[in-house]
């Protein structure tokens, strides 16, 4: 009986390690389901807990009656698929619309200056969080500007450098 479980556990981890590698193989659009209970990682993860905790329960107690193992396998399947549907869930929520990775969705973000350039229209540096993580840019400003003043971004001029102006209160 051990034997069936971890094999069936295993089954669910293969699955598991397809989906990872290819991509989800068999998400089922059907209206009545939440999206992503389907998916093939919350398939993979219920047969992994049913078979994993049922192997478990028939190893820690072998004199228990068969239907004893059973349940605690059914509720291994019931939390493998929940662990496993509340992973697709924020994985899903954490996806950037298209285009949203683009550096021209900076425009209008505020920064600080961290190395005010030394002479009027020389270059100097701003930080800016874009994406979560804050980067650092190169602007020229006809300005005058100090270290910790706070600007906006006014346009993406390259990858590297944008254009500002000082932000009015």
Excluded: K
Aim: glycine fraction near 12%.
């Amino acid at each position: 009986m051990v034997v069936t479980y971890l094999v069936i556990g295993c089954v669910g981890l293969g699955i598991a390690l397809l989906a990872l590698i290819i991509g989800d193989l068999f998400d089922v659009a059907v209206d009545f389901v939440p999206d992503g209970a389907l998916s093939s990682t919350s398939i993979a993860g219920t047969l992994a807990g049913f078979g994993f905790f049922g192997a478990a329960a028939v190893g820690l107690l072998p004199d228990a009656a068969p239907w004893v193992s059973i349940l605690i396998a059914i509720f291994g399947a019931g939390l493998g698929w929940l662990l496993a549907w509340s992973t697709v869930l924020v994985a899903r929520r954490q996806e950037q619309p298209e285009g949203a990775a683009s550096l021209d969705n900076i425009v209008g973000s505020t920064g600080v200056i961290v190395e005010a350039p030394r002479e009027a229209g020389m270059a100097g540096t701003v930080a800016v969080t874009f994406l979560g993580s804050s980067r650092r840019l190169h602007f020229r400003s006809p300005d005058e500007l100090r270290e910790g003043d706070r600007v906006v971004i006014d346009a993406v001029i390259s990858t590297t450098q944008v254009q500002i102006s000082r932000l009015t209160d």
